[in-house]
């Protein structure tokens, strides 16, 4: 038995990151896991190229899989971490990526994965997925980061083995990147005076777009505040259209795409966030940065989410889809001003769990546990 201990190991990790996104959280990561004493590395992993066909995107996961095994002979680390998605898509990308690197690769290494939201449907999905990609990922994975006991939760009933190297986690806040200057709101002609309730996200009508639509048009107050949507995806003009359609173009401004770094600084200057989504979600960058921002939030009992956040102390949950539910908690946070500052004290204090250092000492804690299991 090889008794190695840890910390006689070089502890590298080469960290596979996405070209476009989650960039400046893994960028945390690799600042966090080097401060507390890992030899970092970054690599693409991932395309930037956008929408295209199967075929294209499959000749790119191949070519940036010969790139991966390039990279891990040239800087030897004990890890390899990639940030992607458990779902059928991403699955397939890491299952060529892994089996690429373990033909070409053949020094100890453990794998280490962040899903960065999943859909478990994955185990069943076809014979290949559930006979052949699943069980594979399961065997030479050796550690899975998620970002919600859900998820942990309808692991364990799928898989026991890949349950074992499952560890929940969460993402890195850093509520700094989310001050803004006193005329911020000049910069985009938003009304020093209203309320502000903001969305981020995509554009799409699982994130509950056009439930929040429906329900301002059923707000008495509507007049005296400002819904401000940031973000692009495919149902974006048919939102523009219904906004239309419920005359409330007065009220709701669609600001598109907008980069990360000016994108949070929208978190300091909203009253509430509403974001009702019926998706998939994992631990919502959206949401949590407005909690760790003061913002008080509304949102449904999703897996993060519901980990998180208590009832009042820091959320009025909704049911996705529910119009009338939305409109309701809308109205309480509009009108309860002392509810809104509880909140706001309530998730300032919470956002202090997702800081760097918290985040990367429990990753770290999970690392070593798996390099103590390959060298047993």
Known sequence: MN????????????????????????????????SIGFNCK???????????????????????????????????????YLNSRFEPVGSLRDFISIFIVRMLYHRPLAIAIKSHG??????????????????????????????????????LGKS????????????????????SSPDFKLLYNISPD??????????????????????ISQLPFKEQCEFIFIGSGNDLEEAKLLAAELEITDVVKFLGFIPEETCDK??????ALVYPTCDSEG?????????????????????????????????????????RGLTDAMSRLFYDTELRANMRENNKL????????????????AFLSSLERQHA
């Open 194 to 215: 209203k309320f502000l309730y903001l969305f981020v996200g995509r554009m799409v009508r699982e994130k509950g777009i056009f439930t929040i639509l429906q329900s």
């Open 283 to 323: 631990f919502a960058m959206a949401l949590f940065k407005s909690v760790a921002s003061g913002m008080p939030v509304i949102t449904t009992q999703i897996r993060a989410a519901k980990d998180h956040l208590a009832t009042d102390k820091n959320v009025l949950w909704v049911v996705g889809g529910s119009i």
């Open 42 to 80: 970054t690599v693409a992993y991932g395309s930037n190229a956008g929408k295209t066909n199967g075929i294209i995107r499959l000749f790119q996961v191949v070519i940036n899989a010969f790139r991966l095994a390039r990279a891990l002979r040239h800087f030897r680390p004990e890890i390899l």
């Open 350 to 365: 919470l956002g202090l769990n997702f800081s760097q250092d918290i985040v990367c000492s429990q990753m770290k804690t």
């Open 118 to 155: 999943s859909d478990l449907r994955v185990f069943d999905k076809s014979l290949v997925y559930r006979d052949l990609i699943i069980p594979y990922l399961i065997r030479n994975v050796n550690r899975w980061f998620f970002l919600s006991n859900e998820e942990y939760l309808e692991i």
């Open 3 to 34: 008794m190695m201990n840890t910390n006689e190991m070089s502890n590298k990790i080469l960290m596979g990151m996405a070209p476009r996104n989650h960039v400046a959280l893994a960028l945390d990561e690799f600042e966090g896991l080097s």
């Open 160 to 179: 026991k083995l890949m349950a074992g190297k499952v560890t929940v986690t969460s993402n890195i806040i850093d509520p700094k990147r989310s001050l």
């Open 266 to 271: 929208f978190y300091s200057i909203g009253d």
